[in-house]
């Protein structure tokens, strides 16, 4: 008779935080003990030195200071080794002048995007879904937010969700569809307009990527206009 695996249940709204240590490009943590008093963005990406994963850690490190004033810790994850991260990072700054100062996860076997149900076989069975837990001062799970691998996340949403939690609590009310704890202008201009194209998957394409006219930080993130 074929063994059943168990299957690991995905964590829900109101759940403690599932326990992990990890290393992450800032040394090894516990979790979530080694953040408790803090609210903390636990966010997972699909993979280091790709395009829109590459976007969003930009915007997050660009919103370090909105995250800090309302007592967030930032930490991402993906399956990438520790080096492939610090190296990712190294690119990031080097490309774009912004610092990525917040950990990131190294998780090379799955284990714990395993446990916090970060990966979707009917996405993909090798890399993790854009995941967002939000998790308050007392290590239990506020809202959690699922993205496709091609859609990258608005984080002045996320900010907007944590002012919400955070509201709540302190005021024991609730908040309405498009609620904003200050009034925010959503930029649309022809920056935030642009595509991605995806990356090369060959040397040869990579090379011949850099000549093609698109606007390029490295080979294998380069944005276009669709106008």
């Known amino acids: 008779m074929e063994e059943v695996k168990e299957i690991q249940p995905m964590p829900r709204i109101g759940d403690e ?11 090894p943590i516990s979790f979530p003990e080694d953040f408790k008093g803090q609210w903390v963005v636990f966010f997972s990406h699909p993979a280091d030195f790709t395009p829109v994963c590459s976007t969003e850690f930009l915007a997050f490190a660009k919103m370090k200071e909105e995250f800090d004033k309302r007592n967030v810790q930032l930490l991402g994850l993906s399956i990438d080794s520790n080096f492939s ?10 490309k774009t002048g912004v610092e990525i100062s917040f950990p990131i996860v190294a998780d090379v076997d799955g284990k714990v995007a395993r446990l916090y149900g970060m990966l979707h076989p009917g996405e993909s069975s ?7 837990f939000i998790i308050d001062p007392n290590g239990k799970i ?9 859609c990258g996340r608005n984080m002045k949403e996320i900010v907007r969700l ?16 498009n609620w904003v704890s200050e009034p925010q202008v959503w930029e649309y201009t022809e920056e935030n307009t642009k ?6 998957t060959t040397y040869e394409d990579a090379v011949k990527r850099l000549k093609e006219g ?14």
């Open 17 to 27: 935080a599932p326990k992990f240590e990890a290393m992450t490009t800032m040394g």
């Open 85 to 94: 991260h610090i190296a990712w990072i190294m690119n990031l700054k080097e």
């Open 126 to 132: 090798t890399a993790t879904v854009r995941a967002v």
């Open 142 to 150: 506020r809202a959690i937010i699922y993205y496709p691998l091609s």
């Open 162 to 177: 944590i002012d919400a939690l955070q509201t709540a609590d302190k005021y024991g009310v609730a908040t309405p569809a």
């Open 195 to 200: 595509v991605i194209v995806p990356p090369p």
């Open 214 to 227: 698109y606007e390029c930080i490295d080979w294998y993130f380069c944005k276009k206009s669709l106008k």
